[in-house]
């Protein structure tokens, strides 16, 4: 399973058109709206980059999209909890 962290900038006042609208797509499993630099990040669990990459075609399809900067999980090894241990310890 491949994880990717998709920021959005929208059109102001859009966001939570834009998040119901994501709440839509497959394979979204996360929308959250921010305070910032950028309105919304979406976070996508999926097979294959080839369906990642479908996936954000459809996000940047949504209407009032402006932007999109998609980050890749790289490997298993650098997961949140891990890093968290790493720095506790």
Known sequence: MLTAFVLLNCNVGTESTILNELTNISGVSEAVGLIGVYDIVAKISVESREDI???????????????????????KEHSVKQIEETVVA
């Open 53 to 75: 990459a479908k996936i954000v075609r459809k996000i940047r399809a949504i209407a009032n999209v402006r932007s999109s900067l998609t980050m890749i999980v790289s490997e």
